[in-house]
């Protein structure tokens, strides 16, 4: 754990370059491309989803929809789709083909997608890396493809910038669906194949329970929200009702190593394990400092020989103070982004230098790390009590 998050963050941003720019890079490309393409045939035809089993836990709301379990990060999705499609008037019907679409392709989920298809030249491999910039809650590899709908930029749905913006993404959904001749009286499956030009078309045709009902529950919030001037949901997990100025414990689960000196080295952290996919959360106001893949990769578990973070969220409370987040399967904020406590910033994994899942939580106090049990005890949490959840 060694270098500055900004040193990280660059190293990041390097790597990304350096496959865009470097020609003699693109053997070493391909090489890593094939290793990639038994993982993506494993994955098909469900991509390469971050499960994230449990609801926002300590705030949120997940539900069970005919019979299918969401959690609060799709049901966010969900909402965020039916809400343009209020905003824009259409009949609901729309958010029903937009909902059995989008839990097909990706589970209602925002993948980014690391552009490791074998089908995309390094250059469109490295700008649809750029999705991995965006706030989302998964990975895929099909393609070109990005967000809940697997739209792709190469088909000319949008920049990558844009597709990475939900809104946007549910726009341009409806934008294409209007277009379908008779669109409200035809079977579901035939309106968002004409969308979505799939070759797996028949398959949306399963999930219309699901989208019927999710369709049924968040119509109403999406009526009364429509107004509102983005038209989004407000956040994939509700904000916790937090005091300015207070911290809160970043996730659920038990403590299973503490901080101090292990087999001769310093673990700067205290190890808090929950379930696979438990949201994190900032553990109080401040500033993303670090939002990145700090590892060799981060799109599946690592181990105790890979070295660094896995995905690591670091972030500044100001007056010296930083908190870092890290092993998150993913993650939903950015560099640079204002954060509150509460706020939702990934979920547990085990991403890097890890061998099970658990967030590893670290204090700072300029610089050094400090054990946060201690500090946070201090500031009215017991890390502790183990929270089931
Ligand atoms: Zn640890």
């Known amino acids: 754990m060694r270098g500055t998050a900004e040193s990280i963050a660059r190293a990041y941003a390097r790597r990304w370059l350096w496959k865009a720019v470097a020609p003699a890079a693109v053997p070493l490309f391909v090489a890593l491309t094939l290793l990639l393409i038994p993982l993506a045939l494993i ?15 300590i705030g949120g709301t997940g539900a069970t929809v005919a019979g299918i379990e969401l959690d609060a990060v799709q049901m966010g999705a969900a909402q965020t789709i039916v809400t343009v499609a209020a905003a824009q ?16 392709e990706s589970r209602i989920r925002m993948l980014a997608n690391d552009g490791s298809s074998p089908r995309l030249t390094a250059e469109q491999a490295a700008v649809t890396a750029t999705s991995l910039t965006y706030p989302h809650d998964g990975l895929g590899s099909d393609h070109d493809s990005v967000n809940t709908f697997q739209q792709r930029w190469i088909a000319g749905w949008g920049t990558v910038a844009q597709l990475m913006d939900p809104v946007y993404a549910a726009e341009a ?5 209007v277009e379908v001749p008779e669109w409200q009286n035809v079977p579901l499956t035939q309106a968002a194949q004409a969308v979505q030009i ?32 983005a038209g989004a949901a407000p956040g994939v997990c509700p904000g916790l009702p937090v005091a300015a100025g207070s911290w809160i414990r970043p996730t659920t689960g038990t403590v299973t190593s503490g901080y101090g000196s292990r087999q001769g080295a310093l673990h700067a952290g205290v190890d808090i394990a929950g379930p696979r996919g438990s949201p994190v959360y900032a ?6 400092l670090t939002a990145a893949c700090t590892s060799a990769y981060c799109d599946r578990d690592g181990s105790l020989s890979l070295a660094g973070y896995g ?8 007056a010296g103070v930083t908190t870092r987040y890290a092993h998150l399967s993913g993650y939903t904020v950015i560099a640079g982004q204002q954060v509150l ?10 991403t890097g230098n890890s061998t099970g899942v658990h967030l590893h939580f670290e204090v700072r106090t300029d610089g050094a790390a400090v054990d946060p049990v201690p500090w946070l005890a201090g500031h009215g949490v017991d890390l502790q009590t183990p929270h089931p959840g």
């Not at 994955?43 to 926002?56: D, I, K, L």
């Not at 008037?89 to 097909?104: K, N």
């Not at 553990?283 to 993303?288: D, P, R, S």
């Not at 995905?311 to 100001?318: A, F, G, R, T, V």
Request: with cysteine; charged share 10%.
């Open 43 to 57: 994955a098909a035809p469900e991509a390469r989803t971050e499960s994230a089993s449990s609801a926002c836990s």
């Open 89 to 104: 008037e259409l009949d609901p019907y729309a958010a029903t083909v937009a909902l059995a679409t989008a839990y097909q």
């Open 173 to 177: 959904f409806f934008t294409r669906l």
């Open 198 to 229: 799939s070759a797996a078309g028949g398959a949306y045709a399963q999930w219309g329970p699901l989208a019927r009902e999710l369709t049924g529950m968040l119509w109403p919030a999406a009526q009364s929200t429509a107004a509102g001037p």
């Open 283 to 288: 553990a109080a106001e401040g500033t993303v």
């Open 311 to 318: 995905n690591l969220i670091e972030l500044d409370h100001s």
């Open 341 to 350: 406590a509460g706020t939702l910033i990934g979920f547990q994994g085990s």
